[in-house]
């Protein structure tokens, strides 16, 4: 019944290698404060003047911002702010457009550390099958002798009419160093000779339960599929240190901001090592403010608990409740996974793939996922739920549709995740249950032509990432990257939704799903921090906290086909520094 198939990541590989590092944090949830708060009458001790866009129909944009204690205490003319400064106030000069700080409601930290140093592979690095090869060779080269060369992002989805990647390729490109390379969807590695030889698996080694060793004749063949067989090929692997995780925290963090973010939620916490994510992530930013503020959404299912509500029970007996922690780190909500990936063939379809005869399957019986989403909301946890095949939203839907009247009418903006595939009756539901919706926009831009050509074939491949029918529907969605699925990238995103527009061959997928640009930027300000719960986010208006970046356009007025390379040089929350180029 329980799963261990996500939309991002293998927990037990993960869990294999960052656990004891995270287990370090405990379980002690401590918050730092670092936040103040604005007094009535303050005067500003911050004033950020030049070009500001607020994000406000009625007041689109700003000449000066006054903020005292991380609040914007007035904002308009240079007039309007005349009377809340003193001798006392700072005057900054933006560095650009000043815009929203962006937000990035579903991501993954913890998932992605385990190969964040990982050379990339992706389509996007490595345009060509050749290229990955070529990029794997020239690692090596400049690798000391003995040490693995390894590579991330490689999905064989984006080259079609290619080879496998074999051991045998992999040999004759390096014969001599370990080479391991995770597919994509983080279901699969390719190994050569010497990686097999390193982690001592043989032609006799037996398939673990629930994983693979391919082979030909016999032959291992390289291939390697699924956790408990990928945990065999890195189990001698050298385990990071906390300051390692840390840092490594910092990393993925400093990569959002890079691109405008000030807030993003953390869509599987708990899932490696419990409690402890949280604790340390509490821990880490109590050392040094994070740069960027995370939501955290606890994962139903824990190791070491046997079931959604063990793993409720462990976040409560550890004072995570909902809303509970700082305004830096905040626990929000419940992750349920119901299906896999669709670019990884294991999306939960009602019709098969192409080429096979079956269109996959849930992660849950229909008890067993009920029993998990009331495991969530006995606590009074948003919910936040993983659908990506149209089946799965069906298999979910029913199941919120039964459950959540029993639940009374708080304000908790119940999500579904992804919604990749959706009916028109679907949606429609999605809006009379009061459930929200965000979107993989990046589904389109990278996978969209391989969906229509070799996955689900044109017709299906038309519904994906229906945002203009949301909102037709009535719902206000929101676009996510999934990181490491795809790069923490809003404003592409937003781009994406606009133009639909796939990266392999420029041609648009479904012009009827187009968004127009406000429903494409709203998506990644205001919407997204509703459904994170951060009203007080998103836009730059008074009462609302000094979260924003200093951009090098204005994407409210230029071209959407551009948003992608407007360049962000950095960003502020509470009006302090947060990050910069
Ligand atoms: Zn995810």
């Not at 996007?124 to 020239?138: G, L, M, R, S, Y």
């Not at 490696?272 to 995370?294: C, F, K, M």
Request: include cysteine; charge should be negative; charged fraction near 15%.
């Amino acid at each position: 019944m329980l799963s261990t198939t996500s939309c991002c990541a293998d927990k037990g590989l993960a869990r294999q290698q960052l656990g004891a590092a995270i287990d370090a944090s405990g379980t002690a949830v401590t918050p730092a404060n670092h936040a103040g708060s604005a007094t009535p009458g303050a005067q500003a001790d911050l004033l950020v003047v030049g070009q500001i866009v607020t994000n406000d129909a009625g007041a689109p944009t700003a000449e000066a911002m006054a903020i005292s204690a991380g609040r914007i205490i007035g904002i308009g003319s240079m007039s309007d702010v005349e009377g809340l400064t003193n001798s006392a106030t700072t005057t900054l000069k933006a560095d650009g457009v000043v815009i929203p700080g962006l937000i990035e409601p579903h991501m993954h930290i913890w998932t992605s550390l385990i190969n964040l140093d990982w050379i990339d592979l992706s389509n996007e690095a490595c345009p060509t099958f050749d290229d990955a090869v070529a990029t794997i060779k020239a690692t090596a080269a400049k690798t000391p002798a003995g040490q693995y060369v390894l590579g991330k992002l490689f999905d064989p989805s984006r080259y079609p009419g290619e080879p496998p990647l074999t051991r045998a390729i992999l040999d004759q490109a390096v014969p001599d160093h370990p080479v391991l390379v995770m597919n994509a969807s983080q279901h699969y590695l390719y190994a050569n000779s010497a990686a097999l030889a390193a982690a001592g698996v043989t032609d006799a080694t037996p398939d673990p339960a629930g994983g693979s060793f391919g082979r030909v004749d016999g032959k291992l063949n390289g291939i390697i599929g699924e956790p408990p067989a990928m945990m065999m090929m890195m189990a001698r692997f050298p385990k990071p240190s906390p300051a390692q995780v840390a840092a490594g925290v910092r990393q993925i963090l400093a990569a959002c901001a890079s691109q405008g973010v000030t807030s993003m939620r953390e869509a599987a916490t708990g899932s490696l090592a419990g409690v402890a994510e949280l604790a340390a992530l509490h821990q880490i930013n109590g050392a040094q403010r994070l740069p960027v503020r995370v939501s955290t959404a606890q994962f139903s299912i824990m190791a070491g608990k046997a079931s959604p509500a063990d793993a409720a029970a462990a976040w409560k007996a550890a004072g995570v409740t909902p809303f509970s922690g700082d305004e830096m780190v905040r626990a929000d909500a419940w992750k349920v996974v119901t299906d896999g990936s669709n670019q990884g063939r294991s999306g939960y379809f009602f019709q098969p793939y192409l080429g096979e005869d079956n269109g996959g399957h849930a992660d849950w019986t229909p008890e067993g996922v009920r029993a998990a989403l009331k495991a969530g909301l006995d606590d009074g946890w948003q919910l936040m739920v993983h659908t990506n095949g149209d089946a799965a939203v069906e298999f979910a839907l029913e199941a919120v549709e039964d459950v959540l009247p029993g639940y009374g009418s708080a304000d908790l903006r119940h999500r579904f995740e992804h919604v990749s595939f959706t009916t028109d009756d679907q949606l429609a539901r999605l809006a009379k249950a009061g459930i929200s919706v965000s979107f993989l926009m990046n589904h389109v831009y990278y996978w969209g032509a391989a969906f229509r050509d070799t996955i689900l074939g044109p017709a299906r491949a038309g519904r994906l990432d229906r945002v203009a029918s949301a909102y037709r529907a009535g719902l206000l969605p929101s676009l996510h990257s999934d990181y490491n699925v795809t790069k923490v990238h809003p404003l592409l995103s937003a781009r994406t939704a606009v133009l639909r527009q796939l990266q392999a061959d420029g041609s648009v997928l479904n012009p009827a799903e187009c968004a127009t640009r406000e429903q494409a930027l709203a998506a990644i300000t205001t919407n997204a921090a509703w459904q994170i719960h951060a009203d007080d986010r998103g836009s730059l208006q008074l009462g609302k906290r000094a979260d924003f970046a200093f951009a090098s356009a204005n994407p409210w007025t230029s071209d959407p086909a551009d948003w992608d390379k407007i360049a962000v040089h950095a960003t502020f929350i509470d009006g302090t520094p947060a990050w910069q180029s």
